[in-house]
């Protein structure tokens, strides 16, 4: 139970364009979805927590404008990179929890790997 | 906010040996200590949480203990194999409504053969 998609696995796009990640939540309901980025040997980097149905809190120095994070139903949150350039390569992990989970786990996407040339 | 701090950055171990991992915490209302082990391009795997309610858990050769006094807690493997060689990352979270994790910067382990 407590599993966690994404899509797509990796995307290659070019600079200036935009791209959507989306992220589900398969065997329940996602009241709570969190974004991540990870650069190449670094930690996990929250970038926003998002509630179902409420705007997401973008972690400080986030540029909510840039990345914008849809929770608009219980199973699926997207987050879309606009005007993406090069330095916003990077792999992007999504994780939920909700009902029927543990008050604390975090159940975590495989991940998205973005590649801006 | 929270900030965790974890050390070593790497760590090299012979199979068989054990292998410690430590992380700090600066947030005192921080309840949940989670450990995660992540392989090169993948989810990170959560192998062991504990509370602040508790001191120390186990299961298996994966051991975690906190001291809630110092803000310290601890990974400890035995019986290293070499499937244990992966990044491993220590979190930090409140819990509450949102339960927000702060992880640690990670600590890449190599067990030799």
């Known amino acids: 139970g407590a599993v966690v998609s994404q899509h797509p696995s990796w995307v290659i796009c070019k600079s200036g364009t935009s791209v959507k990640i989306e992220c589900r939540s398969l065997d329940f309901q996602a009241t709570t979805m969190f974004w991540y980025r990870q650069f190449p040997k670094q930690s996990l980097m929250l970038m926003a927590t998002?509630?179902?149905?409420?705007?997401?809190?973008?972690e400080q120095g986030v540029e909510k404008d840039k990345f914008l994070i849809n929770h608009a139903s219980l199973t699926l949150s997207t987050l879309t990179v606009t005007s993406a350039h090069p330095e916003d390569s990077s792999f992007y992990i999504c994780?939920?929890?909700?009902?029927?989970?543990?008050?604390?786990?975090?159940?975590f996407g495989p991940g998205t790997r973005l590649t801006v040339t | 906010g929270e900030n965790v701090e974890q050390h070593p950055s790497t760590l090299s171990v012979q199979e068989g040996d054990s292998a410690v991992i430590k992380c700090t915490y600066s947030d005192s209302a921080s309840n949940y200590f989670p450990w995660y082990k992540q392989e090169l391009g993948k989810r990170p795997q959560l192998i062991i949480d504990?509370?602040?309610?508790?001191g120390e858990k186990k299961d298996q050769r994966i051991a975690v203990t906190l001291n809630k006094t110092a803000k310290h807690f601890s990974l400890h493997i035995t019986e290293t194999q070499p499937e244990d060689s992966a990044v491993y990352f220590c979190?930090?979270?409140?819990?509450?409504?949102?339960?927000?994790?702060?992880f640690g910067t990670g600590t890449l382990l190599a067990v030799q053969p």
């Open positions: 994780s939920a929890r909700g009902t029927g989970t543990s008050a604390y786990e975090q159940y």
């Open positions: 979190a930090a979270s409140m819990g509450g409504a949102t339960n927000k994790l702060i």
């Open positions: 998002s509630n179902e149905g409420s705007k997401a809190t973008y």
């Open positions: 504990i509370r602040s309610n508790v």
